[in-house]
């Protein structure tokens, strides 16, 4: 018998959905004012008004049921499951909280706890609710989790300093807990609470009227207290009534509202419509703590989407009545101010007070609940199928579960949601988040702005638990944006104390001046608020140090008085009177008092004694320095006086003047100031500088104007930085730059002049307003720079040089190494190597320096070349100068080296090209037209160093002799506005002193203010052009060099930055600043680390050697008649690139290598020793084993005889012991560190031996059953029973372990493969295409899967192609011999079915030949496979990836467009036919704005790369003013049913919608879904089929295609549409070969059955599935008659792509086997224009046919002579050359013609090394024209360059250049070299 019983409240505001589990809900949406509920008479639902509903809090229900519909359709949380939910609210009341809550329990319309009256529901969970009131009801039945917030209130105010604060609660349970846990932090930690206000309860609507007078006591309170702080704990009613009752206080007195609020986390700014003309600046400024929150992707659509005529949700209809002030017909709302609710009202109309479109924290709150109980029952359902047998798996996912058995599965969950952020619990059951802080930010019209400006984290540690950001918080109007102080009162100033008030709180006190001085032995400390005991400390003799210094104080003092003594007993002496005898007694005296005086600062002090030894000490010491210095002032001027003629008397006191006058400087002042030093102006020395006389004046004879440029990057940079408040904000850079003029004594001094004053040189004295220098920049090269850096170092100053700062070991020892904007000089070193090395230059030469750093150029790159193979045919030293007093020896030395470079045959000359250097190459060419030497046609390799600059007398040197010059230089950018700046220069300048020399120099003129003769001299305008200067002169880019002077000053600048930012950061708050002063050390650490970016886009950053971590660009010189040149950049040299794989080796055995593999590391030996516990247990349990199982098998042989032993089955009891025995000792194998032989054999031994012990087991069992069968009375087993059964049992038991390992490895293939095509050869290349699409189900694990899906495949026609372009290419390979000679290719096709599944499946049938593939077993014969080619789209080539990354095999895919998967971090072997999608996204963005389309809709998949599409699309859309009308999300397994809803769910999109344009990204299915949509017509009898006239813009990924059951659809729709393209072009003879493909042509072809009978729409007599339904196929049906969408006869993109790689695949091979023979590294490949041909470069040709080779003695290893061969012997190449032309003569025969002739030749000709001969090349070429006339199609060849000297010779041409045909198997394409290439299974 059912009981009913009637339910007194019935409430319809309720929102349900149906499900296999049902989620509860509470929510407070609705208001209801009540009279209040007595026990008089019974409840009745008599509300007196209609509810107010808090349209806020409508987000709620809403993000509960967003949640509970994505986890409906995603599958993989729930599968087979669906939620529902059911949400009722509880009207703010506590007693419709625990009604409704016991309704979610129960379905029976009155709730009857522990009685089932009616069918019980089936909820899990409950979620709610808002505040922590309505939560306890509902924990009165249910679990509740919390989040705690007090800590961060507290470190809140903290952090402000905010020690005077209000509090405010509510006036019930939970609002005395906060007041009683916040009274007790704040105790804690020194926050003393001004007031506290408790809010009145209000649950009626007479409540309102009853309380508003002490609403407004409460209001005024506030307001009037001295507290600019109030901590609430922000209830909604609460709230509502706070703002009420301010709003009302703040209209009738005009008080202004002038707090912070800071509010917890339940608040989130909502409003009632009762109260929604309230002004909402009353809490303008506020902070609130919010649970951390990041808004999920779709949940801004599904508000959009909401419309009130939902028959479920009960709460819309009254929320959007009060939410639009409107109403629905046969509403509850009687009388509405507003109009009729039409339903189409925008919910992003509303202001923020009542509705938000983004999801609130609360929201997120309980959309992360819903997840978390759906990821809970996840794992619950897990566990129980996870060990239960597979029969009963359905009933236990579908078996009723009981909500507690969720709770620990709810405690335990932790799993990321659709934003990112994770979500689990603690063991209390509270959210592990963080706290975000917001602050509100209100506006007059009503709406507001959350502002995020911190976080509080309680996982970090505590001093970074709380982060804010200050400078983005706005506060009240009344603060003027400065942080509002809270304190009771001031603080007290130094020298005042504290005075607490009476009956105040402890942070409020008076101040007084009511202070006492300290005792003597105390003193006061820093805050004077404390006295502090005076420490005595002192030396005292008993300490080491002090008897030390005592006993050197006696010693010195006794020496002291040795020598006095002396001096006194000689004082009549002529040596003693001549050293000046009074002040040397003054001296010795005070010395001797000196030494005693540092008694008194030894041993316990004393009155006398601190009084005394300070003055005494000064005193004496004073007199000490003054007697030494009177001494040498006497000496010195007695020796000047004596000189003869001297009138040094009578000037004595006049001032000395600077001898060194400075003639170049360059000045700008600013807070601080970078130093320069230029090198720009020569001033040469003519006679020898003596120390006898004054050093000469510095006359200026000649300059480099190129370096003048230096200067000017120099101040461009300052400018610029100057210009760009970001680097230094209020702060001038300024600089000071001084001239060398290439002298090391003009170098010393104007470095001293950076740290000196501006007059005065005088080291360590500050004698005038010093300098605030921060660093100094210089110099050109090592030289000056080192003379910098031995000064600069002294001082700690930063010196950044621009050049290659190269130290000998002395000078390391010696100096602090400065920073470099230069890379390190190992990479250099490198590069020429490297270089040298590629264009195989055996043969050079070195030009450096006479100096240290020359000659250690020269050993360290001769050393390097010896290395690898390259000799150094001489070193020529240039001479070491730099005055013109020996001009005449450094022209001899010049003239020498110019005839011995002439007269050499090397043709590489390898520069270190410094400044001198560089200039001495430069006067060789001088020299060379001065003595008439030939010119010196050399190939010029130049060191970075070099700028191909020229002195002003060289400027009309001829500039073609470096023509085709190599040179490396540090990688440069161009930097905007500099050649602006360099236009805006013109002379004179009064503060640029380098300006004017440069002018006069450059333009050969002088100015006006010298005297000047105008008929034979120019005269300076001023307004001359820069850019009219040769290159040589001047270059209006920036050059390397410049450009490292430009780095080190912004090197410099953000140095500083950071150096004051880390200041800024520790000062203290509120506090103003001015520049400190800083000292130019402190900079070290900040330049040290600093990296940055420059106006270039370049990134700067020293190393830890200080070097500038950059490459090398390879510059080639190309020079022109006009005296100007070209930079030509052909290569670079990058230290991060990977090293050439001929510089690869293998690391030892004990190591392996890297992750990098730039190191090998040595393996840790990781084993278990005797001595751990574990092992010594272990042993000990072994040896107790052993020990055990001997003993046992000692009783058994001692009893051997006994029946029990006998009957106990001897021998098997024998062979069993035996083995336990073994198998206990086995256990030692694996103890202890392991041996070669111990590896080897433990695993073996072990398993055998424990195989016959469980053999053994076995046949004893059963021996025993059989046995005790057999006394059975009559039975037939005693005569199968014998005493070999035993025996039988036992071989039986082996043999079927035996057994069960060998059909492992022979198993049959459960799920065979039907379609593939497999042409075995040498080396496969595999392919997986996407031809055929299954409808494959999802796989329910319950049982082996099946063949059903194979049944009725869906056959894409057209993308047979795919697979026939792949067989076409591997036809075409194999008939050229000249990719792979001797090598076949095969090729093994499956197809992937569009399934994850089946491409897993076939991957992997391609890596093992066996049917039963077993990964990383070699059960079959593994396929000799190089590469496979696929997928067609980025799921099926992630698939992939996934397997053949594994095991490192190429994977060309000819259809991913997704970047993802092309990261060689992640996917190292992954290559693609297909460009870049970004590229193809910025294509259609160009389109769309050609034409103007901006309103355009879009179609992708639910995939990675659909996501990835539309992030980037729509990213590029909105920099464009693109607007995406619409977006139709296809689901990701595409099938039939999939399709179908696909399109009913969307279409409702295009029927509403107008966009004209539509976007189609193409995976595979997203095609067939648009077939669907144009089958509309079909399906769907609608009458306006309009919407599908648009233009459709489909992906380069899409090729219309469709199968046989969309033949008769109407492809009209599709007319005018664009769409992208891989490139492509017809390959010559693909339309003759489809054109031979018919249906019995390839035997093991399982693809083109069904191709066939789809395409024709026929059936084969075997096929199972068409036969009887349809015409059978001929055979002879054509190709080219089908209609293009279901195959093309032209060779599509994809297929041009399958294409492609299948050559790339061939080509690849072909060199990994050509390098094995020519292993030549390919690292740079530089485009020397000079040259067709690389120029060879040998010590001598190579030996002629009948010469052997001999070593020359005394000789390179390169050089040899070439000797004939003696008699009666021959060369091996002549014995080659004979046999060559037998061969060539008797080409025609059988015997030749059998044995491969055009190997022969390739082999022959390998042999003979005259090859290399430009007549061996034709040689070549003749054989080649020979095999040509006996080919039907000749192959591909190569243009090889032929020198023209050989040109003539051979052909009779004029000289020049001539090429000649080589076919394409005999060369490589390296510059047109040929190079015999001949495959290593050949040899």
Not at 70 to 92: A, Q, R
Not at 716 to 723: G, H, Q, R
């Amino acid at each position: 018998m059912m009981c009913t019983m009637n339910n007194p409240h019935q409430l319809k505001y309720q929102h349900y959905q149906p499900g296999d589990l049902i989620i509860g809900g509470i929510t407070s949406q609705l208001f209801s004012f009540s009279e209040g509920t007595d026990f008089t008479t019974h409840p009745t639902p008599n509300w007196k008004v209609v509810p107010l509903v808090m349209l806020k809090n409508y987000q709620h229900v809403l993000s509960l049921v967003f949640a509970v519909k994505e986890i409906n359709e995603n599958h993989k949380i729930l599968p087979n499951i669906t939620l529902g939910f059911h949400v009722y609210d509880s009207h703010f009341d506590a007693q419709i909280t625990y009604e409704n809550t016991l309704n979610l329990l129960f379905n029976q319309k009155r709730a009857v706890l522990n009685y089932n009256c009616d069918m019980q529901k089936n909820p899990v969970a409950v979620v709610g609710g808002l505040d922590s009131e309505t939560s306890f009801h509902i924990a009165t039945i249910l679990s509740l989790y919390k989040i705690p917030q007090y800590t961060g209130i507290v470190k809140l105010l903290l952090h402000f300093e905010w020690k005077w604060v209000g509090l405010m609660a509510m006036h019930d349970d939970k609002g005395e807990k906060f007041m009683q846990t916040l009274q007790h932090m704040f105790s804690q930690n020194g926050i003393c609470i001004a007031f506290t206000e408790r809010m009145p309860i209000q649950s009626n609507i007479l409540d309102v009227i009853n309380f508003y007078d002490l609403f407004m006591e409460i209001a005024m309170t506030v307001m009037k207290a001295n507290v600019n702080v109030c901590v609430v704990s922000a209830d909604p009613h609460m709230m509502l009534d706070l703002q009420a009752g301010l709003n009302m206080l703040a209209s009738e007195i005009m008080i202004p509202l002038n707090k912070v609020w800071l509010l917890t986390a339940h608040w989130d700014f909502s409003v009632e419509p009762f109260f929604q003309y309230l002004n909402i600046q009353v809490f303008h400024g506020a902070l609130s703590f919010a649970v951390h929150s990041t808004q999920v992707p779709g949940f801004q659509h599904f508000l959009h989407v909401q419309k009130p005529h939902s028959d479920r949700d009960g709460f819309i209809r009254v929320f959007w009545e009060q939410a639009f002030h409107c109403s629905f017909p046969n509403s509850d709302v009687t009388e509405v101010d507003g109009e009729i609710c039409t339903g189409e009202e925008k919910l992003d109309n509303l202001l923020g007070p009542f509705f938000e479109m983004s999801m609130t924290s609360q929201s997120y709150s309980i959309y992360n609940a819903v997840y978390a109980i759906a990821h809970a029952l996840h794992a619950m359902y897990s566990s129980r199928t996870k060990h239960a047998p597979i029969g009963e798996r359905d009933y236990l996912i579908t078996s009723k579960i009981q909500y507690f058995q969720l709770h620990p599965f709810l405690a335990s969950i932790s799993f990321n949601n659709s934003a990112g952020d994770t979500v689990s619990f603690d063991k209390k059951g509270e959210l592990i988040a963080a706290f975000d802080i917001i602050n509100w930010v209100t506006f007059p019209n009503q709406s507001f702005s959350k502002v995020k400006v911190g976080r509080m984290d309680p996982q970090s540690p505590l001093d970074r638990q709380l982060s804010i950001n200050e400078n983005i918080i706005t506060w009240q109007r009344q603060f003027n944006q400065t942080v509002p102080i809270a304190l009771c009162n001031d603080p007290c100033h130094p020298g005042y104390s504290r005075m607490k008030k009476e009956g105040q709180p402890f942070c409020c006190y008076d101040y007084t001046n009511d202070c006492f001085k300290c005792p003597e032995e105390q003193y006061p400390n820093k805050g004077r608020n404390e006295c502090l005991s005076k420490g005595l400390n002192f030396l005292s003799y008993d300490e080491p140090l002090g008897i030390i210094l005592a006993i050197l104080a006696l010693s010195l003092s006794v020496i002291t008085v040795f020598v006095f003594g002396i001096f006194i007993k000689h004082r009549n002496t002529a040596i003693v009177k001549a050293n000046n005898q009074n002040l040397t007694f003054s001296l010795l005296i005070s010395l001797f008092l000196c030494f005693l005086c540092s008694l008194f600062f030894i041993g316990h002090p004393d009155l006398m004694t601190c009084q005394l030894r300070q003055t005494a000490f000064g005193i004496i010491f004073s007199v000490v320095v003054s007697s030494v210095l009177a001494k040498t002032i006497t000496v010195v001027l007695a020796f000047m006086i004596t000189k003869p003629g001297a009138k040094l008397r009578k000037w004595v006191g006049k001032k000395l003047n600077d001898t060194l006058h400075v003639q170049h400087e360059y000045y700008q002042p600013g807070d601080f100031s970078i130093g320069g030093m230029a090198s720009q102006l020569f001033s040469p020395q003519f006679t020898p500088m003596l120390f006898s006389e004054s050093p000469q004046t510095v006359v200026i004879h000649t300059a480099v104007p190129k370096n003048y440029q230096h200067v000017l990057s120099l101040v461009f940079a300052v400018k610029e930085i100057n210009d760009n408040p970001t680097v230094l904000s209020n702060i001038t850079l300024g600089f000071q730059i001084y001239e060398n003029y290439f002298k090391a004594r003009m170098t010393y001094q104007n470095t001293l002049n950076l740290i000196s004053c501006h007059k005065k040189i005088i080291p360590n004295y500050k004698c005038d307003v010093e300098k605030n220098l921060i660093a100094v920049i210089g110099g050109l090269d090592s030289e000056i720079s080192l003379h910098m850096a031995s000064i600069l170092s002294l001082y700690k100053i930063p010196q950044v040089t621009y050049c290659l700062f190269s130290l000998t070991v002395s000078d390391k020892a010696q100096l602090t190494i400065p920073y470099q904007m230069f890379p390190s000089e190992e990479h250099q070193y490198n590069g020429i190597l490297q270089l040298l090395l590629h264009f195989q230059w055996k043969w050079i030469g070195i030009i450096v320096m006479a100096d240290d750093r020359g000659e250690k150029f020269a050993q360290t790159l001769t050393h390097l070349l010896f290395l690898k193979g390259i000799c150094t045919a001489f070193i020529a030293r240039t001479p070491a100068h730099s005055d013109f007093f020996n001009i005449n020896e450094m022209l001899l030395n010049l003239q020498y080296m110019l005839m011995n470079l002439s007269n050499t045959d090397v043709d590489i000359f390898v520069v270190n090209a410094d400044t001198h250097t560089a200039l001495d190459v430069q006067w060789l060419f001088v020299a060379a037209e001065l003595y008439g030497i030939r010119p010196l046609k050399k190939v010029w390799v130049m060191t970075a160093h070099w700028d191909f600059s020229s002195e002003t007398f060289q400027r009309d040197m001829d500039a073609q002799n470096f023509h085709g010059a190599l040179s490396f230089a540090i990688q440069s950018n161009v930097v905007q506005g500099f050649q602006n700046f360099l236009l805006n220069l013109h002379p004179p300048s009064d503060i640029d002193g380098f300006i004017k020399d440069f002018w006069e120099q450059a333009f050969i003129c002088s100015f006006t203010d010298m005297n000047v003769d105008p008929v034979t001299e120019d005269i300076c305008t001023g307004e001359e052009k820069l850019e009219s200067l040769p290159a040589t002169v001047f270059e209006m880019s920036m050059t390397s060099q410049s450009y490292s002077i430009y780095n080190a000053v912004y090197a410099v600048a953000h140095a500083l930055h950071a150096m004051y930012l880390s200041r800024a950061k520790r000062r203290a708050r509120g506090q103003c600043w001015d520049i400190p002063k800083v000292q130019h050390f402190q900079l070290h650490p900040f330049l040290r680390s600093i990296m940055f970016n420059n106006s270039a886009g370049d990134k700067m950053f020293f190393n830890d050697n200080g070097e500038l971590e950059a490459g090398f660009d390879i510059i080639n010189w190309v020079t022109f008649p006009n005296k100007s040149f070209l930079r030509v950049k052909v290569g670079k040299m990058d230290p991060q690139a990977p090293q050439d794989m001929n510089d690869c080796f293998k690391c030892p055995e004990d190591q392996y290598p890297k992750k990098e593999k730039n190191q090998c590391l040595h393996k840790a030996l990781n084993f278990l020793s005797y001595g751990e516990p574990l092992g010594i247990s272990l042993v000990v349990l072994a040896l107790a084993l052993s020990a055990v199982a001997t003993l046992v098998l000692g009783i058994f042989i001692k009893h051997q005889n006994t029946p029990i032993v006998k009957a106990n089955n001897q021998n098997l009891t024998y062979i069993l012991l035996i083995s336990l025995l073994l198998c206990t000792l086995c256990s030692f194998l694996f103890i202890g560190q392991p041996q070669m032989l111990s590896c080897y054999v433990r695993q073996t031994a072990f398993g055998i031996i424990f195989s016959t012990a469980i053999s053994s087991v076995l046949a004893k069992t059963i021996t025993v059953v059989l046995a005790f069968m057999a006394i059975k009375p009559g039975t037939k087993i005693k005569k199968w029973v014998g005493n070999q059964s035993a025996y039988s049992v036992y071989l039986i038991a082996n043999t079927s372990i035996i057994l069960v390992h060998t059909i492992k490895c022979t198993q049959l293939d459960p799920l065979p493969i039907l379609h593939e095509w497999h042409k075995p050869n040498v080396v496969l290349i595999g392919q997986i295409a996407s031809h055929i699409h299954q409808m494959v189900p999802p796989i329910p694990f319950k049982r082996h899967p099946s063949q059903e899906s194979y049944d009725l495949p869906t056959v894409m026609t057209k993308f047979y192609q795919h697979i026939l372009a792949l067989a076409f290419a591997v036809n075409e390979i194999n008939e050229d011999p000249r990719i792979l000679p001797n090598v076949t290719l095969g090729f093994h096709i499956y197809d992937s079915y569009s399934s994850a599944r089946l491409t897993y499946r076939v991957t992997l049938d391609l890596l093992f030949k066996s049917w039963a593939f077993t990964p990383n077993y070699k059960c079959g014969i593994q396929n000799n496979l190089i590469g496979v080619i696929g997928g067609f789209d980025f799921e099926i080539s992630s698939y992939m990836a996934d397997i053949l990354g594994l095991y490192k095999i190429p994977q060309v895919s000819y259809g991913s467009f997704e970047a993802r998967i092309n990261n060689k971090m992640d996917a190292p072997f992954f290559y693609r036919m297909v460009p870049n999608e970004d590229l193809q996204n910025w294509g259609i963005v160009q389109l769309l704005l050609h034409f103007g389309w901006k309103w355009v809709g879009l179609i992708t998949k639910d995939t990675k790369g659909g996501e990835h599409f539309l992030s980037a699309l729509e990213s590029m859309f909105s920099k464009n003013g693109i607007c995406s009308a619409s977006r139709v999300i296809l689901p990701k397994n595409i099938d039939l049913h999939g399709m179908i809803s696909g399109f009913f769910n969307n279409i409702e999109v295009f029927v509403n919608r107008k966009e004209n344009a539509v976007i189609i990204y193409g995976e595979t299915g997203s095609f067939a879904w648009l077939i669907i949509f144009l089958m509309a017509n079909v399906m769907i009898p609608l009458a306006d089929m309009s919407y599908t006239v648009k233009v459709w813009i489909l992906t380069a990924q899409i090729d219309v295609a469709l199968h046989i059951l969309q033949k008769e659809f109407n492809m009209q729709t599709l007319h005018g549409a664009i769409s992208f393209s891989l490139q492509s072009k017809n390959v010559e003879g693909f339309h003759e070969y489809l054109q031979t493909i018919h249906l019995s042509g390839e035997k093991s072809n399982g693809f083109i059955k069904q191709f066939w009978e789809h395409a024709f729409d026929c059936s084969i007599s075997s096929s199972e599935v068409l036969t009887g339904l349809l015409e059978p196929c001929t055979g002879e049906e054509k190709l080219e008659s089908l209609p293009t969408p279901f195959f093309e006869m032209s060779m599509t993109g994809h297929s041009y792509s399958i294409y492609n790689a299948v050559y790339a695949l061939a080509h690849s091979f072909h060199m990994m086997y050509s390098s094995r023979l020519n292993a030549r590294a390919s690292t740079l490949v530089p485009h020397v224009e000079s040259w067709k041909v690389p120029p060879s470069s040998l010590c001598n040709d190579k030996c002629g046919l009948g010469y052997s080779k001999k070593k020359k003695e005394g000789k390179k290893f390169c050089c040899y002579d070439c000797t004939p061969c003696p008699k009666g012997k021959i060369a091996n190449q002549t014995v080659t050359a004979l046999v060559l032309a037998v061969f060539i003569k008797q080409r025609h025969t059988p015997v030749v013609k059998a044995n491969n002739r055009m190997l022969s030749y390739i082999l022959l000709t390998s042999l003979y090394p005259g090859l290399m001969t430009v007549k061996a090349r034709t040689t070549v070429m003749v054989f080649a024209k020979m095999e040509e006339t006996d080919t039907e199609k000749p192959g591909p060849s190569y243009s090889v360059p032929v020198p023209a000297e050989a040109a003539a010779d051979n052909d009779g041409q004029e000289p020049g250049t001539s090429a000649a045909e080589v076919p394409a198997s005999l060369v490589t394409e390296e510059k047109g070299e040929a190079d015999l290439l001949v495959p290593s299974f050949i040899e």
